[in-house]
């Protein structure tokens, strides 16, 4: 079935470790986004890649690093996790980034930085 | 500063009836608007969307009102069922290139059977 993968599925970790949470997606979308749910917060933007070999700084960037050397995979890195960065991730897709095409999700990474 | 605010954190609604969910935004140049639903565990899934040229778009028993003096917009859900009971999120991007979504918060709707 057609849509995007995280991995993880969830994760603790020690404050102070490197984190890489993986996305891929087969839908041969040109845009992918990062964001993170906190309660009470709603969705906040990460990153973003419009395509593939650029990438962009979301809302709420500091701490994160994300790259994307091809289309299908755009993994987001924790350097060095803070308890801040407890979260649930989110991973989504566009075909091209513009205004009347939906991002589509994948089902989430549930972080917990101890 | 919230552009998207959806000020009601919960909703309870008798299943059949309708539910109505609300949005307010603050940036004028949102011209583009979109409603996600949430299930526990499982990412925002894209449920109904509407251009600021429209005021209205139906798809099913799903409708979206857009009113841009009032700069608010609803979703309608009419006859609500038990599994609409999820977090809808209102989401809003102004035109242009490389323009970014908004998220409300979000409300949870639960609807009792």
């Known amino acids: 079935i057609a849509g995007i993968t995280q991995a993880p599925t969830s994760q603790i970790l020690a404050a102070g470790r490197r984190m890489t949470l993986r996305c891929t997606q087969d839908m041969r979308h040109n845009a992918m986004y990062w964001y993170r749910q906190d309660l009470g917060l709603g969705l906040r933007l990460i990153h973003y890649s419009n395509t593939a070999g650029t990438t962009g700084k979301g809302e709420v960037p500091d701490g994160y690093s994300v790259s994307r050397a091809n289309t299908d995979d755009f993994p987001l890195t924790l350097a060095s996790a803070v308890p801040s960065q407890t979260s649930v991730y989110f991973c989504?897709?566009?075909?091209?980034?513009?205004?009347?095409?939906?991002?589509?999700f994948g089902d989430g990474t549930r972080l917990s930085i101890l | 500063d919230q552009q998207v605010k959806q000020n009601s954190p919960s909703l309870s609604v008798q299943e059949g009836r309708i539910s109505i969910l609300n949005c307010d935004y603050t940036n004028s140049m949102f011209d583009y608007f979109l409603w996600y639903k949430k299930y526990p565990a499982e990412g925002p899934t894209f449920l109904i969307s509407?251009?600021?040229?429209?005021d209205k778009n139906e798809d099913g028993r799903f409708t979206v009102f857009l009113n841009k003096s009032a700069k608010h917009l609803s979703l309608h859900i009419v006859p609500s069922q038990p599994g609409d009971s999820a977090v809808y999120f209102c989401?809003?991007?102004?035109?242009?290139?490389?323009?970014?979504?908004?998220f409300g918060k979000g409300i949870t709707l639960s609807v009792r059977p």
């Open positions: 989401a809003a991007r102004p035109s242009g290139a490389n323009s970014k979504l908004t």
């Open positions: 509407i251009s600021s040229i429209k």
């Open positions: 989504a897709s566009s075909p091209e980034d513009s205004s009347n095409q939906p991002q589509h």
